[in-house]
């Protein structure tokens, strides 16, 4: 392996594709920050695979001069036929790809509870009631929960404020619904 890596490097056609690649995808990152407009939507479009495909996709907002200043969180209450009841939060510290694992849940998480992302509501929810679903114990209801705080100025006391919640989705579980499809 290190005989190629070093043929590539010493070859002026390899650095040149080595070269091609770095400001490729450097262009795929200027392109995707540029301010809001029809140009950018465009450009979006047409960069989004490669930058999501080397995981540089990200959301830089936090270092804007306006910073997000509310924290948001979610959670699913199951209920069972036996009337118990169960908070779900997302899984978090795998002990092999944790933050791989997290971070693929926490993405998750910001569009499930979105209004205009209504579509992803039932199938995570009915999701859930399958893989809570024991021979001895069976979803009847899921709803799913936005959880959120605002955060106060730097040098405040309390440094934020209390957390909030909002039911927006509820789901009752059918036995379809813990049926797996054969696709």
Not at 55 to 75: I, K, M, N
């Amino acid at each position: 392996m290190r005989n190629l890596q070093e043929k590539v490097e010493s070859d002026p056609i390899g650095r040149a594709v080595i070269t091609g690649v770095i400001v490729f995808i450097l262009g795929t990152l200027l392109a995707s920050n540029l301010p809001a407009s029809g140009l950018q939507n465009v450009i979006a479009d047409l960069v989004r695979p490669v930058r999501n495909g080397v995981g540089l996709d990200q959301a830089w907002g936090v270092f804007a001069p306006d910073p997000r200043s509310t924290v948001y969180d979610f959670e699913a209450r199951i209920t069972y036929d036996d009337g118990k009841k169960e908070l779900w939060r997302f899984p978090n510290g795998d002990p092999i790809i944790s933050s791989y694992r997290d971070y693929h849940w926490q993405k998750f998480s910001e569009q499930v509870r979105l209004d205009d992302r209504s579509g992803l509501w039932e199938p995570f929810a009915a999701w859930l009631a399958r893989t809570h679903d024991t021979p001895s114990r069976h979803p009847v209801e899921v709803t799913l929960v936005r959880r959120w705080f605002d955060l106060q100025p730097p040098g405040t006391k309390p440094s934020r404020g209390p957390w909030n919640r909002y039911e927006y989705f509820t789901l009752k579980v059918e036995p379809q619904s813990l049926a797996v499809s054969a696709r």
